[in-house]
């Protein structure tokens, strides 16, 4: 075999309202001066008070996850991953103990923790916390969306830096039948997966 499955993906998916949240004073006594210059438009006092409403009822453990979360990638990017790895694991708690297990932030911080593990070496941590997000995605997302798929090609790429050659195959197989499916034949996405399943069988 000459090449690794398929590349490691970092996901980079963050909501708009956390970002906005990090600066929730300033924003808020900004809305409030808007809300205030339009107040004789009752449509536009309208619109300023329900998403100022919105901004006030994000919880400050979500603020500090999401902040947490863009640290850790920040870290990960500069490849410090001694200091990036904490900083996901902190995150993941954060979210499973706030937005819970189902959440889409929730999967996509594991998702991360993974790969950050697989980059640092430690696939023993890295397979477990991957085969979890493969689970967890199809169940949410379903078998045939990106997210899944993507995870599913991390997840053989850590078999195959862990050298379970067999479980990276079969991983690889259900992948190209799924993308196949909901994808196409075609799709470039199919196409990567397809050739990396013949080199890994070669």
């Known amino acids: 075999m000459s ?3 398929c590349a490691v993906i970092i996901s ?3 909501r708009p309202s956390f970002v906005l949240s990090a600066f929730q004073p300033l924003v808020i006594g900004w809305l409030r ?3 205030a210059a339009f107040s004789s438009l ?5 619109v300023g008070n329900t998403f100022l409403l ?9 603020v500090i996850g999401s902040l947490l979360g863009l640290s850790a990638f920040a870290y990960r990017s500069a490849g410090k991953l001694k200091d990036a790895i904490p900083q996901y694991e902190r995150t993941l708690a954060d979210r499973e103990r706030v937005q819970g297990q ?8 594991r998702g991360n923790l993974a790969a950050a593990y697989q980059l640092a070496r430690r696939l023993q941590d890295a397979i477990p916390q991957y085969e979890r997000a493969v689970a967890d995605s199809e169940r949410m997302l379903g ?12 997840l053989a790429t850590a078999y195959y830096s862990a050298v379970r050659l067999a479980d990276m195959v079969t ?7 799924d993308c196949e499916i909901y994808l196409g034949p075609d799709h470039p996405m199919t196409t990567t997966v397809r050739e990396n399943l013949q080199a890994a069988t070669e």
């Open 3 to 5: 090449r690794s499955p």
């Open 12 to 14: 980079r998916r963050t």
């Open 33 to 35: 001066r808007w809300v």
């Open 42 to 46: 009752s449509i536009w006092k309208a």
């Open 54 to 62: 919105a901004l006030m009822r994000v919880p400050l453990a979500v």
């Open 102 to 109: 189902d959440h889409r932030d929730t999967l996509s911080t």
């Open 143 to 154: 078998p045939g969306d990106v997210e899944t798929l993507t995870t599913r090609c991390n």
């Open 171 to 177: 991983v690889l197989r259900r992948a190209l039948t």
